[in-house]
Protein backbone atom coordinates (compact mmCIF):
# COMPACT_ATOMS: atom_id res chain seq x y z
CA UNK A 1 0.00 0.00 0.00
CA UNK A 2 0.67 3.36 -0.99
CA UNK A 3 2.01 5.71 2.23
CA UNK A 4 -0.50 7.85 3.57
CA UNK A 5 -0.29 10.47 6.47
CA UNK A 6 -2.95 10.39 9.29
CA UNK A 7 -4.44 13.48 10.26
CA UNK A 8 -6.52 13.82 13.50
CA UNK A 9 -9.07 16.83 13.38
CA UNK A 10 -11.74 17.27 16.07
CA UNK A 11 -11.27 13.54 17.26
CA UNK A 12 -11.92 12.32 13.58
CA UNK A 13 -8.51 10.29 11.33
CA UNK A 14 -7.80 11.70 8.39
CA UNK A 15 -5.53 9.97 5.79
CA UNK A 16 -3.66 11.94 2.71
CA UNK A 17 -1.62 10.10 0.09
CA UNK A 18 2.34 10.76 0.00
CA UNK A 19 3.96 12.22 -2.86
CA UNK A 20 8.10 11.55 -3.22
CA UNK A 21 9.86 13.11 -5.48
CA UNK A 22 12.95 11.43 -7.56
CA UNK A 23 15.19 12.84 -5.01
CA UNK A 24 12.99 11.49 -1.59
CA UNK A 25 11.45 14.66 -1.42
CA UNK A 26 8.14 13.97 0.45
CA UNK A 27 4.99 16.33 0.38
CA UNK A 28 1.67 15.19 1.56
CA UNK A 29 -1.33 15.71 -0.69
CA UNK A 30 -3.82 17.80 0.67
CA UNK A 31 -6.16 18.26 -2.91
CA UNK A 32 -9.39 17.03 -0.71
CA UNK A 33 -8.52 18.74 2.53
CA UNK A 34 -11.02 21.15 2.45
CA UNK A 35 -13.44 18.95 1.07
CA UNK A 36 -13.21 15.96 3.49
CA UNK A 37 -12.56 17.99 6.54
CA UNK A 38 -13.81 22.17 5.91
CA UNK A 39 -10.36 23.16 6.74
CA UNK A 40 -7.49 24.89 4.69
CA UNK A 41 -4.12 25.21 5.37
CA UNK A 42 -2.28 28.75 6.23
CA UNK A 43 1.37 29.05 4.86
CA UNK A 44 1.94 32.79 4.46
CA UNK A 45 4.46 33.60 1.87
CA UNK A 46 4.05 29.15 0.58
CA UNK A 47 7.45 28.04 2.67
CA UNK A 48 6.13 25.18 2.84
CA UNK A 49 3.15 24.32 0.04
CA UNK A 50 4.48 22.84 -2.95
CA UNK A 51 2.25 23.89 -5.93
CA UNK A 52 3.67 21.53 -8.60
CA UNK A 53 5.45 18.36 -9.14
CA UNK A 54 8.27 19.61 -11.70
CA UNK A 55 11.14 17.41 -13.43
CA UNK A 56 13.27 20.58 -14.48
CA UNK A 57 15.22 22.14 -11.31
CA UNK A 58 16.44 20.43 -8.16
CA UNK A 59 17.77 22.46 -5.28
CA UNK A 60 18.87 21.35 -1.71
CA UNK A 61 18.56 24.35 0.59
CA UNK A 62 20.33 22.42 3.29
CA UNK A 63 23.44 21.28 1.00
CA UNK A 64 23.88 24.05 -1.61
CA UNK A 65 23.27 21.80 -4.43
CA UNK A 66 21.44 23.38 -7.33
CA UNK A 67 20.68 20.93 -10.90
CA UNK A 68 19.22 21.76 -13.83
CA UNK A 69 16.96 18.24 -15.41
CA UNK A 70 19.77 16.39 -13.35
CA UNK A 71 22.95 18.33 -14.24
CA UNK A 72 24.75 20.27 -11.32
CA UNK A 73 25.28 23.47 -12.09
CA UNK A 74 29.07 23.33 -11.64
CA UNK A 75 29.42 21.41 -14.97
CA UNK A 76 26.66 23.58 -17.06
CA UNK A 77 29.06 26.91 -15.97
CA UNK A 78 32.11 24.96 -16.80
CA UNK A 79 31.25 23.11 -20.04
CA UNK A 80 27.91 24.57 -21.79
CA UNK A 81 26.77 27.55 -23.72
CA UNK A 82 23.93 29.31 -22.31
CA UNK A 83 22.08 28.81 -25.43
CA UNK A 84 22.78 25.05 -24.76
CA UNK A 85 21.30 25.18 -21.30
CA UNK A 86 18.20 27.09 -22.16
CA UNK A 87 17.90 24.28 -24.71
CA UNK A 88 18.59 21.20 -22.07
CA UNK A 89 16.22 23.55 -19.70
CA UNK A 90 12.69 24.06 -22.27
CA UNK A 91 13.54 20.60 -23.75
CA UNK A 92 14.56 18.10 -21.03
CA UNK A 93 17.54 17.10 -22.42
CA UNK A 94 20.82 17.96 -24.09
CA UNK A 95 20.59 18.76 -27.82
CA UNK A 96 22.94 16.91 -30.10
CA UNK A 97 25.14 19.06 -32.63
CA UNK A 98 22.41 19.47 -35.28
CA UNK A 99 19.71 20.79 -32.86
CA UNK A 100 22.12 22.96 -31.06
CA UNK A 101 23.09 24.49 -34.39
CA UNK A 102 19.46 24.66 -35.72
CA UNK A 103 18.59 27.00 -32.32
CA UNK A 104 21.32 29.03 -32.82
CA UNK A 105 20.25 29.71 -36.61
CA UNK A 106 16.66 30.48 -35.45
CA UNK A 107 17.58 32.31 -32.38
CA UNK A 108 19.46 34.49 -35.23
CA UNK A 109 17.05 34.55 -37.50
CA UNK A 110 14.49 35.63 -34.95
CA UNK A 111 16.23 38.73 -33.54
CA UNK A 112 15.29 41.54 -34.46
CA UNK A 113 12.02 43.28 -33.32
CA UNK A 114 9.85 44.86 -35.48
CA UNK A 115 10.80 48.48 -36.05
CA UNK A 116 7.18 49.85 -35.27
CA UNK A 117 8.56 48.79 -31.74
CA UNK A 118 11.23 51.37 -31.86
CA UNK A 119 8.47 54.18 -31.32
CA UNK A 120 7.43 52.73 -27.93
CA UNK A 121 10.86 52.95 -26.62
CA UNK A 122 11.09 56.51 -27.60
CA UNK A 123 7.81 57.59 -25.53
CA UNK A 124 9.28 56.20 -22.07
CA UNK A 125 10.26 59.10 -19.76
CA UNK A 126 14.13 59.46 -19.98
CA UNK A 127 14.29 58.12 -16.25
CA UNK A 128 12.12 55.12 -16.86
CA UNK A 129 13.49 51.95 -15.10
CA UNK A 130 14.59 49.24 -17.89
CA UNK A 131 12.66 46.39 -16.01
CA UNK A 132 9.58 48.56 -16.01
CA UNK A 133 10.23 48.96 -19.91
CA UNK A 134 10.84 45.64 -20.42
CA UNK A 135 7.93 43.87 -18.87
CA UNK A 136 5.57 46.56 -20.75
CA UNK A 137 7.63 45.24 -24.36
CA UNK A 138 7.67 41.86 -23.94
CA UNK A 139 3.76 42.48 -23.11
CA UNK A 140 3.64 44.70 -26.39
CA UNK A 141 5.55 41.53 -28.58
CA UNK A 142 2.40 39.68 -28.26
CA UNK A 143 0.30 41.75 -30.48
CA UNK A 144 3.22 41.98 -33.29
CA UNK A 145 3.97 38.07 -33.23
CA UNK A 146 0.45 36.22 -31.82
CA UNK A 147 1.25 33.31 -33.46
CA UNK A 148 0.93 31.44 -30.37
CA UNK A 149 -2.46 31.18 -30.70
CA UNK A 150 -2.29 28.41 -33.21
CA UNK A 151 -1.12 25.97 -30.21
CA UNK A 152 0.83 23.49 -32.88
CA UNK A 153 4.04 22.28 -31.15
CA UNK A 154 6.11 24.12 -33.85
CA UNK A 155 4.43 27.44 -33.43
CA UNK A 156 5.16 26.99 -29.45
CA UNK A 157 8.94 25.85 -29.74
CA UNK A 158 9.16 28.63 -32.65
CA UNK A 159 7.92 31.51 -30.12
CA UNK A 160 10.28 29.75 -27.11
CA UNK A 161 13.30 30.98 -29.46
CA UNK A 162 11.46 34.21 -30.96
CA UNK A 163 11.53 35.11 -27.20
CA UNK A 164 14.58 34.24 -26.12
CA UNK A 165 16.08 35.61 -29.11
CA UNK A 166 14.34 38.89 -28.87
CA UNK A 167 14.50 40.02 -25.19
CA UNK A 168 18.00 40.25 -25.90
CA UNK A 169 17.53 43.03 -28.52
CA UNK A 170 14.71 44.46 -26.35
CA UNK A 171 17.11 44.90 -23.55
CA UNK A 172 19.82 46.56 -25.33
CA UNK A 173 17.71 48.79 -27.59
CA UNK A 174 16.26 50.16 -24.29
CA UNK A 175 19.61 50.68 -22.88
CA UNK A 176 20.84 52.37 -25.99
CA UNK A 177 17.47 55.04 -26.43
CA UNK A 178 18.08 55.42 -22.61
CA UNK A 179 21.50 57.00 -23.49
CA UNK A 180 20.29 58.73 -26.50
CA UNK A 181 22.35 56.54 -28.43
CA UNK A 182 21.67 54.93 -32.11
CA UNK A 183 20.16 51.29 -32.20
CA UNK A 184 22.94 48.66 -32.71
CA UNK A 185 21.68 45.53 -34.90
CA UNK A 186 22.16 42.18 -34.39
CA UNK A 187 24.94 40.73 -36.14
CA UNK A 188 24.26 36.92 -37.57
CA UNK A 189 27.98 35.68 -37.27
CA UNK A 190 27.93 36.51 -33.35
CA UNK A 191 26.85 34.34 -30.62
CA UNK A 192 24.51 34.46 -28.36
CA UNK A 193 26.71 36.72 -25.73
CA UNK A 194 28.85 38.78 -28.13
CA UNK A 195 25.59 39.66 -29.87
CA UNK A 196 24.06 40.95 -27.19
CA UNK A 197 27.50 42.66 -25.99
CA UNK A 198 28.26 44.26 -29.04
CA UNK A 199 24.72 45.37 -29.22
CA UNK A 200 24.85 47.09 -25.93
CA UNK A 201 28.28 48.50 -26.51
CA UNK A 202 29.31 48.87 -30.41
CA UNK A 203 29.67 52.72 -31.56
CA UNK A 204 30.10 54.08 -34.93
CA UNK A 205 33.49 55.86 -33.39
CA UNK A 206 34.49 53.48 -31.22
CA UNK A 207 33.38 49.38 -33.08
CA UNK A 208 33.36 47.15 -29.76
CA UNK A 209 36.36 44.89 -29.00
CA UNK A 210 34.66 41.74 -28.15
CA UNK A 211 36.95 40.65 -25.45
CA UNK A 212 36.10 36.62 -25.20
CA UNK A 213 36.47 36.81 -21.35
CA UNK A 214 33.76 38.95 -20.85
CA UNK A 215 31.68 36.88 -23.11
CA UNK A 216 32.27 34.22 -21.32
CA UNK A 217 31.46 35.76 -18.13
CA UNK A 218 28.00 36.82 -19.63
CA UNK A 219 27.75 33.29 -20.40
CA UNK A 220 28.01 31.68 -16.80
CA UNK A 221 26.36 34.58 -15.76
CA UNK A 222 23.45 33.83 -17.59
CA UNK A 223 23.79 29.98 -16.99
CA UNK A 224 23.88 30.32 -13.44
CA UNK A 225 20.50 32.64 -13.66
CA UNK A 226 18.63 30.11 -15.91
CA UNK A 227 15.93 28.48 -13.55
CA UNK A 228 15.36 28.05 -9.56
CA UNK A 229 12.65 26.38 -9.28
CA UNK A 230 9.66 28.11 -8.05
CA UNK A 231 10.93 31.49 -7.12
CA UNK A 232 8.68 34.32 -7.04
CA UNK A 233 9.43 35.63 -10.33
CA UNK A 234 8.34 31.75 -11.60
CA UNK A 235 5.90 30.86 -9.12
CA UNK A 236 4.25 34.35 -10.54
CA UNK A 237 4.64 32.99 -14.57
CA UNK A 238 2.81 29.83 -13.45
CA UNK A 239 -0.03 31.23 -11.35
CA UNK A 240 -0.61 33.99 -14.32
CA UNK A 241 0.12 31.32 -16.71
CA UNK A 242 -2.71 29.22 -15.23
CA UNK A 243 -5.29 31.96 -16.17
CA UNK A 244 -4.47 30.13 -19.90
CA UNK A 245 -2.99 34.02 -20.44
CA UNK A 246 -0.47 33.88 -23.62
CA UNK A 247 2.95 33.11 -22.59
CA UNK A 248 4.28 36.90 -23.70
CA UNK A 249 1.69 37.95 -20.77
CA UNK A 250 2.91 35.03 -18.20
CA UNK A 251 6.26 36.24 -19.30
CA UNK A 252 5.99 40.07 -18.25
CA UNK A 253 4.29 38.89 -15.27
CA UNK A 254 7.80 37.51 -14.38
CA UNK A 255 9.83 40.64 -15.37
CA UNK A 256 7.76 42.16 -13.14
CA UNK A 257 7.97 40.04 -10.52
CA UNK A 258 11.46 39.81 -10.20
CA UNK A 259 11.98 43.36 -10.46
CA UNK A 260 11.37 43.47 -6.57
CA UNK A 261 14.42 44.01 -4.25
CA UNK A 262 13.94 40.98 -2.18
CA UNK A 263 14.27 38.78 -5.76
CA UNK A 264 15.99 40.00 -8.54
CA UNK A 265 16.25 43.42 -7.60
CA UNK A 266 19.06 42.75 -4.94
CA UNK A 267 21.48 42.47 -7.44
CA UNK A 268 21.30 46.32 -8.30
CA UNK A 269 20.66 46.78 -4.38
CA UNK A 270 23.67 44.72 -3.77
CA UNK A 271 25.75 47.04 -5.17
CA UNK A 272 24.28 50.27 -4.22
CA UNK A 273 24.86 49.12 -0.70
CA UNK A 274 28.45 48.63 -1.34
CA UNK A 275 28.67 51.94 -3.34
CA UNK A 276 27.09 54.14 -0.25
CA UNK A 277 29.68 52.26 2.16
CA UNK A 278 32.23 53.13 0.16
CA UNK A 279 31.04 56.70 -0.29
CA UNK A 280 30.39 57.23 3.42
CA UNK A 281 33.45 55.11 4.58
CA UNK A 282 30.93 53.74 6.98
CA UNK A 283 32.00 50.93 9.42
CA UNK A 284 31.60 47.22 7.87
CA UNK A 285 31.19 46.21 11.75
CA UNK A 286 28.56 49.34 11.66
CA UNK A 287 26.97 48.00 8.98
CA UNK A 288 26.20 44.47 10.14
CA UNK A 289 25.11 46.08 13.61
CA UNK A 290 22.30 47.79 11.52
CA UNK A 291 21.24 44.76 9.47
CA UNK A 292 20.65 42.95 12.63
CA UNK A 293 19.13 45.63 14.58
CA UNK A 294 15.51 45.10 14.40
CA UNK A 295 14.15 48.77 14.64
CA UNK A 296 16.49 49.47 11.63
CA UNK A 297 14.60 48.22 8.01
CA UNK A 298 18.20 47.90 6.87
CA UNK A 299 19.06 44.44 5.56
CA UNK A 300 22.25 42.99 4.28
CA UNK A 301 21.34 42.24 0.37
CA UNK A 302 22.93 40.16 -1.46
CA UNK A 303 22.57 38.09 1.75
CA UNK A 304 20.19 35.00 3.26
CA UNK A 305 17.53 32.79 1.05
CA UNK A 306 14.27 31.37 1.17
CA UNK A 307 15.39 28.11 0.20
CA UNK A 308 19.26 27.82 0.91
CA UNK A 309 20.35 27.30 4.67
CA UNK A 310 23.98 27.26 3.27
CA UNK A 311 26.60 29.31 0.34
CA UNK A 312 24.19 29.65 -2.17
CA UNK A 313 26.38 27.66 -5.16
CA UNK A 314 25.67 30.22 -7.60
CA UNK A 315 27.29 32.71 -5.32
CA UNK A 316 30.18 30.30 -4.96
CA UNK A 317 30.83 29.93 -8.67
CA UNK A 318 30.13 34.06 -8.63
CA UNK A 319 32.74 34.44 -6.14
CA UNK A 320 35.61 32.82 -7.52
CA UNK A 321 34.59 34.97 -11.23
CA UNK A 322 35.32 38.19 -9.26
CA UNK A 323 38.70 36.75 -8.53
CA UNK A 324 39.47 35.45 -12.01
CA UNK A 325 37.60 38.06 -13.97
CA UNK A 326 38.76 40.92 -12.56
CA UNK A 327 42.04 40.70 -12.62
CA UNK A 328 42.25 39.09 -16.47
CA UNK A 329 40.23 42.46 -17.12
CA UNK A 330 43.13 44.78 -15.63
CA UNK A 331 39.85 46.15 -13.05
CA UNK A 332 40.21 47.18 -9.81
CA UNK A 333 37.09 47.15 -8.10
CA UNK A 334 36.92 48.98 -4.98
CA UNK A 335 33.37 47.37 -3.79
CA UNK A 336 34.71 43.51 -4.12
CA UNK A 337 37.12 44.43 -1.41
CA UNK A 338 34.04 45.80 0.96
CA UNK A 339 32.31 42.95 -0.42
CA UNK A 340 34.38 40.35 0.82
CA UNK A 341 35.01 42.11 4.22
CA UNK A 342 31.26 42.19 4.78
CA UNK A 343 30.92 38.54 4.09
CA UNK A 344 33.81 38.03 6.28
CA UNK A 345 31.98 39.99 8.94
CA UNK A 346 28.84 38.35 8.83
CA UNK A 347 29.62 34.86 8.49
CA UNK A 348 31.37 34.81 12.29
CA UNK A 349 28.55 37.32 13.57
CA UNK A 350 26.14 34.54 15.71
CA UNK A 351 23.11 36.31 14.13
CA UNK A 352 23.79 35.44 10.78
CA UNK A 353 25.06 32.04 11.96
CA UNK A 354 21.84 31.10 14.10
CA UNK A 355 19.62 32.13 11.04
CA UNK A 356 21.96 30.75 8.04
CA UNK A 357 22.54 33.86 5.93
CA UNK A 358 24.80 33.43 3.85
CA UNK A 359 25.55 35.37 0.46
CA UNK A 360 23.13 34.67 -2.21
CA UNK A 361 23.94 35.16 -5.87
CA UNK A 362 23.30 38.29 -6.16
CA UNK A 363 26.23 39.21 -3.43
CA UNK A 364 28.90 39.49 -5.84
CA UNK A 365 26.92 38.89 -9.27
CA UNK A 366 26.95 42.95 -9.34
CA UNK A 367 30.52 43.16 -9.56
CA UNK A 368 30.89 40.73 -12.27
CA UNK A 369 28.29 42.66 -14.07
CA UNK A 370 30.62 45.81 -13.43
CA UNK A 371 33.75 44.94 -14.41
CA UNK A 372 31.92 43.77 -17.82
CA UNK A 373 30.81 47.55 -18.27
CA UNK A 374 27.03 46.53 -17.77
CA UNK A 375 25.41 49.88 -15.99
CA UNK A 376 23.56 49.34 -12.65
CA UNK A 377 19.87 49.61 -14.04
CA UNK A 378 20.92 47.08 -16.42
CA UNK A 379 21.69 44.51 -13.80
CA UNK A 380 18.00 42.89 -13.28
CA UNK A 381 17.80 43.02 -17.02
CA UNK A 382 20.59 40.95 -17.06
CA UNK A 383 18.86 38.72 -14.73
CA UNK A 384 15.82 38.44 -16.24
CA UNK A 385 17.24 37.34 -19.91
CA UNK A 386 19.31 34.81 -17.45
CA UNK A 387 16.35 33.34 -16.18
CA UNK A 388 13.66 33.45 -19.47
CA UNK A 389 14.75 29.86 -20.03
CA UNK A 390 13.40 28.71 -16.83
CA UNK A 391 10.28 30.24 -16.88
CA UNK A 392 9.87 29.54 -20.27
CA UNK A 393 10.28 25.75 -19.33
CA UNK A 394 8.04 26.30 -15.79
CA UNK A 395 5.03 27.54 -18.36
CA UNK A 396 5.61 24.56 -20.82
CA UNK A 397 4.96 22.05 -17.98
CA UNK A 398 2.03 23.92 -16.94
CA UNK A 399 0.82 24.03 -20.26
CA UNK A 400 1.47 20.28 -21.16
CA UNK A 401 -0.01 18.98 -18.13
CA UNK A 402 -4.01 18.24 -19.15
CA UNK A 403 -5.03 18.46 -15.53
CA UNK A 404 -3.00 22.35 -15.22
CA UNK A 405 -5.24 24.06 -12.26
CA UNK A 406 -5.74 27.57 -11.98
CA UNK A 407 -3.91 29.27 -9.22
CA UNK A 408 -6.25 30.13 -7.14
CA UNK A 409 -5.36 30.01 -3.05
CA UNK A 410 -7.80 30.59 -0.39
CA UNK A 411 -8.17 32.79 2.71
CA UNK A 412 -8.99 33.11 6.26
CA UNK A 413 -11.38 36.24 6.34
CA UNK A 414 -10.72 38.40 9.26
CA UNK A 415 -13.00 41.41 8.53
CA UNK A 416 -16.18 42.85 9.54
CA UNK A 417 -18.81 40.23 9.47
CA UNK A 418 -22.22 40.77 8.11
CA UNK A 419 -22.73 44.40 8.17
CA UNK A 420 -25.79 46.14 6.74
CA UNK A 421 -25.37 49.38 4.28
CA UNK A 422 -26.05 52.79 5.91
CA UNK A 423 -27.14 55.99 4.05
CA UNK A 424 -24.44 58.69 3.09
CA UNK A 425 -27.23 60.94 4.88
CA UNK A 426 -27.18 58.51 7.71
CA UNK A 427 -23.15 58.01 8.44
N1 LIG B 1 19.92 40.93 6.57
C1 LIG B 1 19.55 40.89 7.87
N2 LIG B 1 18.67 40.02 8.38
C2 LIG B 1 18.11 39.14 7.54
C3 LIG B 1 18.42 39.12 6.17
C4 LIG B 1 19.37 40.05 5.67
N3 LIG B 1 19.71 40.08 4.40
N4 LIG B 1 17.71 38.14 5.55
C5 LIG B 1 16.97 37.57 6.51
N5 LIG B 1 17.20 38.17 7.71
C6 LIG B 1 16.61 37.80 9.00
C7 LIG B 1 15.18 38.30 9.10
O1 LIG B 1 15.11 39.58 9.70
C8 LIG B 1 14.52 37.23 9.94
O2 LIG B 1 14.86 37.47 11.28
P1 LIG B 1 13.81 37.03 12.46
O3 LIG B 1 13.64 35.55 12.34
O4 LIG B 1 14.51 37.48 13.71
O5 LIG B 1 12.55 37.79 12.18
C9 LIG B 1 15.25 35.95 9.52
O6 LIG B 1 16.53 36.37 9.04
C10 LIG B 1 14.53 35.17 8.42
O7 LIG B 1 14.29 36.08 7.35
P2 LIG B 1 12.96 36.10 6.50
O8 LIG B 1 12.82 37.43 5.85
O9 LIG B 1 11.82 35.62 7.33
O10 LIG B 1 13.31 34.98 5.42
P3 LIG B 1 12.60 34.79 4.03
O11 LIG B 1 12.90 33.40 3.63
O12 LIG B 1 11.18 35.22 4.11
O13 LIG B 1 13.34 35.86 3.08
C11 LIG B 1 14.96 36.86 1.67
C12 LIG B 1 14.39 35.55 2.25
C13 LIG B 1 13.81 37.72 1.13
C14 LIG B 1 15.89 36.53 0.54
C15 LIG B 1 15.69 37.62 2.80
O14 LIG B 1 16.77 36.84 3.27
C16 LIG B 1 16.19 39.00 2.35
O15 LIG B 1 15.43 39.97 2.44
N6 LIG B 1 17.46 39.10 1.87
C17 LIG B 1 17.96 40.36 1.34
C18 LIG B 1 17.47 40.56 -0.09
C19 LIG B 1 18.14 39.64 -1.07
O16 LIG B 1 19.34 39.47 -1.07
N7 LIG B 1 17.32 39.05 -1.95
C20 LIG B 1 17.80 38.16 -3.02
C21 LIG B 1 17.38 36.75 -2.76
S1 LIG B 1 18.02 35.68 -3.99
C22 LIG B 1 17.02 35.94 -5.32
O17 LIG B 1 15.87 36.20 -5.25
C23 LIG B 1 17.64 35.88 -6.61
Same mark, same amino acid.
Given at each position: MSEVVKMIIEGKTYEFPVIEGSEGEKAFDITKLRQQTGYITMDPGFG???SCTSAITFMDGEKGILRYRGIPVEQLAEHSSFVETAYLLINGRLPNKQELTRTSVQLNDDSLIHEDMQIFYQ???????PMGILSAMINALRSF????? %??DPEGINRTFLRLLSKIRTMAAMSYRISRGHKVVYPRADYSYCANFLNMMFHSPVRPYELDPDIVEALNVFWILHADHEQNCSTAAVRVVG????NLYAAISAGIAALWGPLHGGANQAVIEMLTNIHKSGADIEDVVRRAKD?? %???RLMGFGH??????DPRARIMKKMCDTVLPKLKVEDPLLDIARRLEEVALTDPYFIDKNLYPNVDFYSGIVLRAMGIPTEMFTVMFAIGRLPGWISQWKEGADDPNWKISRPRQVYTGNIATDYVPINKR
Open positions: NTGNFPRRAHYPELE %DTSGRVKD %DPFRVYKTY
